[in-house]
């Protein structure tokens, strides 16, 4: 098989050092012990019901027609969306427009295992959820036979990916002026037994994941919504849980993607008034351009007339 010789190629065949340590033969009662500290705060200072500061940015990619960059401490996502085109291979016509979404992890985004280059099953399964959601927020009725490509990249994946990449793939579609019923804005949360962990960690994730059936609430769930309309666009559930917990999850869920609504039109803000401060410079840099070359013009006249 031939080797991609423009990235660093690992072994075929390796065990990760992991597998040695004493962390590996922990149990699941003593990895959950390790969640939290005596004071009932997480590894990384934060309370169950704490998210993650979430830092955001548009104009990542140069050659895309809206793209944004998204970060909540060590989870890492860039999003890039394109010009409508045409539906390849479409033979009917299509009222509605579509939404083709690619999400791939980067090889050394995981912590637990190296991402092989060819797409999985799970990037296969987050690109189409992430079509789910963002299907009801974009007004596909105004681009009929054709496609909007939104294409997402996984740089570092430390919990809550999915909800990190619908909040980057709606900020890049509104930096790419794609009409849109409303911000659409998302948030995840791991359920292990009675312990809701709001914005997972991987480690997080992971212990909800392997959760002993034994524990009747288990799993992840992630929420995506359009805050002003008060409307949910997509919830996509890993594991069991019974209704009660359910509806208490998502109660929190629907209050922090209101919550996460004002940062993101205060990314959208910024982006307007710099758009407007570098066409404002663009003219005074033409205006002083247009003097310099009428007074060289000047000179030239000057010039000739004198012989």
Request: charge should be negative; aromatic fraction near 8%.
């Amino acid at each position: 098989m031939p080797l991609d010789y423009r990235r660093f190629n690992g072994p075929d065949d390796s065990v990760s050092y992991k597998r040695f340590t004493k962390s590996y033969t922990k149990s699941f009662d003593e990895l959950r012990d390790e969640l939290l500290d005596k004071n009932g705060k997480r590894r990384d200072g934060r309370a169950l019901d704490e998210a993650r500061s979430l830092f955001a940015r548009t104009d990542m990619v140069s050659q895309a027609k809206g793209s944004s960059y998204v970060e909540q401490y060590d989870t890492k996502v860039v999003c890039s969306v394109f010009d409508p085109r045409e539906i390849p291979h479409q033979n009917e016509f299509s009222q509605l427009g579509q939404i083709f979404c690619e999400v791939k992890f980067a090889p050394f985004s995981c912590p637990r295992y190296r991402r092989p280059a060819a797409p999985d099953a799970e990037e296969k399964a987050l690109s189409d959820t992430l079509r789910k959601a963002l299907e009801p927020a974009v007004c596909r009725h105004l681009f009929p036979n054709y496609q909007i490509d939104v294409f997402l990249y996984i740089l570092e994946h430390d919990g809550a990916c999915l909800a990190a990449a619908i909040n980057a793939a709606g900020l890049a579609l509104a930096d790419a002026r794609v009409p849109m019923y409303d911000i659409i804005t998302s948030c995840s949360a791991a359920i292990i037994g009675d312990q809701i962990f709001l914005d997972p960690t991987e480690s997080e994730e992971h212990l909800a994941k392997k959760c002993p059936n034994n524990e009747l609430n288990h799993g992840i769930i992630t929420l995506s919504m359009l805050s002003e309309l008060k409307q949910v666009s997509n919830i996509n559930q890993i594991g069991s849980m019974d209704v009660e917990c359910l509806t208490k999850v998502m109660d929190i869920l629907e209050q922090e993607c209101e919550q996460i609504v004002p940062n993101i039109q205060k990314v959208l803000v910024m982006n307007v008034v710099n758009c407007h401060e570098q066409r404002k410079r663009l003219k005074e840099d033409s205006k002083e351009r247009e003097a310099i070359l009428d007074a060289k013009l000047e000179e030239w006249k000057k010039l000739i007339q004198n012989g």
